[in-house]
């Protein structure tokens, strides 16, 4: 089974400038979450997707940061414009079961995508 | 409000020593989830364990083990006789139901040959 992919892995930018990641979870997995790794630091959740709708988008920067699941499978997440804060992994994760559900299933996470802002 | 503290930022053991990651959680629900996860180098979550809330079974996997004391809110990992493959960053991580997994800090483990 294929796992969560990300794209790109690296992206070097600077401030100011914008840029996109992709996430492709799990196939059937309805829920896709966007976490944000900043170095020395655990995950922290930005949005979460319950198929093409969003659940919990209250730690998103929303001046700056946007995401969307067109259709339900995919997503995109985009900060413009960057700052140099910003500089972080951005974890994609999948997960079968919904929010709502027992456990909140467990999550499967892609190898992220390193943005370094300069 | 959720929070995960992982007191301990980097630990570095020899192999085959026994090594004890501490999570100490907080939340005002009663059904709640926690969870460990690896971050070996290449930077990818690996789920180890789920836990709710009304199970305080030890679990033991290998040479992995877990202790969930609900009277000292602590969910805490222990591998036994490590080994060099065991170096990696531990998250530990806590699911209520109001929010998605919230992670600790992470503690960095370096297990020397």
């Known amino acids: 089974e294929a796992g969560v992919a990300q794209s790109p892995r690296y992206k070097i930018i600077e401030k100011r400038q914008s840029v996109a990641f992709w996430c492709n979870p799990i196939?059937?997995?309805?829920?896709l979450y966007w976490y944000q790794q900043i170095l020395g630091q655990g995950p922290k959740l930005l949005i979460q997707?319950?198929?093409?709708?969003?659940?919990?988008d209250s730690q998103l920067p929303k001046d700056r940061f946007s995401a969307e699941r067109l259709k339900g499978v995919d997503s995109t997440l985009k900060i413009q414009p960057a700052k140099l804060e910003d500089s972080a992994v951005y974890l994609c994760a999948s997960s079968l079961e919904s929010s709502g559900r027992a456990g909140g299933g467990e999550l499967f996470f892609g190898e992220g995508s390193r943005l370094t802002v300069l | 409000a959720q929070k995960v503290t992982q007191a301990q930022t980097e630990i570095s053991v020899v192999e085959k020593e026994d090594v004890t990651l501490d999570c100490v959680y907080e939340t005002r629900d009663t059904t709640y989830y926690l969870f460990w996860y690896k971050q070996p180098p290449s930077g990818e979550l690996v789920f180890l364990i789920r836990?709710?809330?009304?199970?305080?079974q030890n679990e033991i996997s290998g040479r992995y083990s877990w202790n969930f004391q609900k009277s000292t809110s602590s969910f805490n990992f222990t591998i036994t006789a490590s080994q060099v493959v065991d170096s990696a960053v531990y998250f530990c991580a806590l699911y209520t139901g109001r929010r998605a997994l919230t992670f600790g800090s992470g503690t960095r483990l370096q297990v020397q040959p």
């Open positions: 836990r709710n809330s009304f199970d305080e």
């Open positions: 997707f319950q198929n093409n709708g969003v659940v919990d």
């Open positions: 196939s059937g997995h309805a829920t």
